[in-house]
């Protein structure tokens, strides 16, 4: 399904601004993205506040004689070697929850339940928000996967679904949401996707910079990229889609005209990115400009290696690889060229797990200690780690045990970050101790 361009028009006026914007950046992606193009900061390293120093407060004096305001600048914290963190179950008796999140207004965080169901939960208190089940495929890498809620959620409702369907393709649909409800009858299917395989179907959908809605999809399943959809841009499998919703005029949704392939002549319109194999979370870590973000991809292996890679918003065209490549591997063939791919910025082998699932980057008041840092896990093993560009991959699963059938994380109302467990519990990162 194709939109035709009624978009362009509305992007034009910035298209100049956005087109200086993504050839500076494109460079910095091809190197796999170096220090300079991540804004990220930290309060730990060696000039952190040992434990045993109190709150840092600081005295002024304003414009009245003799009164004083008091600050608190920061919170205590210890060095990252220091840090002890614990997993504290939230919330339970979810049926087969795989993500959780918020909804913009910050009132309601939603559980989406694989079987087809989008669950509403405050403070234990559990409220089906959508039923789908009926129109839901469920097993295995099927089911309803993903939500998001529109940037403008506030003033125009919107809220987005993938699922796969009862043909077993993948579908992204639009709802109405009021009074922490979806309004079914407002359910507008604006883009599906067949499915040749009933697995890899990515499963995440989010929205980005410049307010479009990204969907990773994965090849199309079996093995080895068996229909090869990985290097096709003309195929919307294998690919991250970038499309701007709701449509003008009608129409279920628009090109964004930096997309690389407007034109339908290279590629489908749609494809932003391609080389992805089984995109299952990615997540963007936007830059305090607003326009531009890190985007984590976490994308799932075949069966050597799972892979986390950073690439920028701005970046069009980024081949992450497959199936020339898994991680930072060659895998068609015993030679390939790593300078055409984005390559992972970390990778595990199976001798570690076996389905990498992809969170978050830490941004939550809570613990200063870990801002920045991505979180993720293993379907499989149940590890928890997160990664910075400062100070690399740290394990914390010796601290916060192995949780079972993790399959994805969620950035909760209050910003702090959640972990979900196919067994049905939530659970919050905390401080231990
Ligand atoms: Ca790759």
Redesign the pocket.
Known sequence: MLSGFRGAERYAAGMIRFRIAGLATLALAATGCTSDAVSLTSTTGPSAITPSTAPVSSTSTTGNPGETTTTVVAPTTVPLSELRITLIETDSGFDRPVLLVADPDGGHDYIVEQPGRIVRADGGEHAVALDIRGAVKFGGEQGLLGLAFHPGFALNRLAYVNYIDNRGATVIEQFEVHDGIFAVATGSAILVIGQPAGNHNGGMIAFGPRGFLWIGMGDGGAANDAFGNGQNPHTLLGSMLRIAVPGSDGAPYDIPELNPYTDGADGAPEVYWT???NPWRFAFDFFEDGVGANVWVA?VGQDEIE?V?LVLSDSRRAN???PV???SECFQSESCDRNS????VTEYTHDDGCSITGGYVYRGDSIPELDGHYFYSDFCSGFLRSYSLESGNHDWTGMTGITPQMSGFGIGRGGELYVVSLTGSIYRIERAG
């Open positions: 080389g992805l194999r994308d892979e890679s992450l690889g497959w490549m898994e991680g791919f984005i390559l992972p």
